[in-house]
Nanobody, 122 residues
Framework: QVQLVESGGGLVQAGDSLRLSCVVS????????MGWFRQAPGKVREFVAA????????RYADSVKGRFTISRDNARNTVDLQMNSLKPEDTAIYYC???????????????WGQGTQVTVSS
């Protein structure tokens, strides 16, 4: 079993930055992909960013490319999401997840955290 716990959400103004962190524990997962997703009220959960645990390759949704950066620390078993130049449309609950397909969507992720709220005011 794998457990994920997110932290770092909050209320900020447009243009501000936030850094989300996800601590992963449980069975060995070096072969997995880590992802961040978000879900706004009334909308489906959408992909934000992903990183390969081994090698560190990354990919991003077009809506966050150039503003968000995903990173991982294998020694600390953490995956972070640095979010800069935040916009009101970034407001959502953000979830980290462990998956098996770097190019897959939410259905390809097997374990999920409880989520952390990010609210960006205009």
């Amino acid at each position: 079993q794998v457990q994920l716990v997110e932290s770092g959400g909050g209320l900020v103004q447009a243009g501000d930055s936030l850094r989300l962190s996800c601590v992963v524990s449980g069975r060995a997962f070096n072969w997995y992909t880590m992802g961040w997703f978000r879900q706004a009220p009334g909308k489906v959960r959408e992909f934000v960013a992903a990183i390969k645990w081994i090698g560190g390759s990354t990919r991003y949704a077009d809506s966050v490319k150039g503003r968000f950066t995903i990173s991982r620390d294998n020694a600390r078993n953490t995956v972070d999401l640095q979010m800069n130049s935040l916009k009101p449309e970034d407001t959502a609950i953000y979830y980290c997840a462990v998956g098996s397909n770097f190019y897959g969507g939410a259905r390809n992720y097997d374990y999920w955290g409880q989520g952390t709220q990010v609210t960006v005011s205009s």
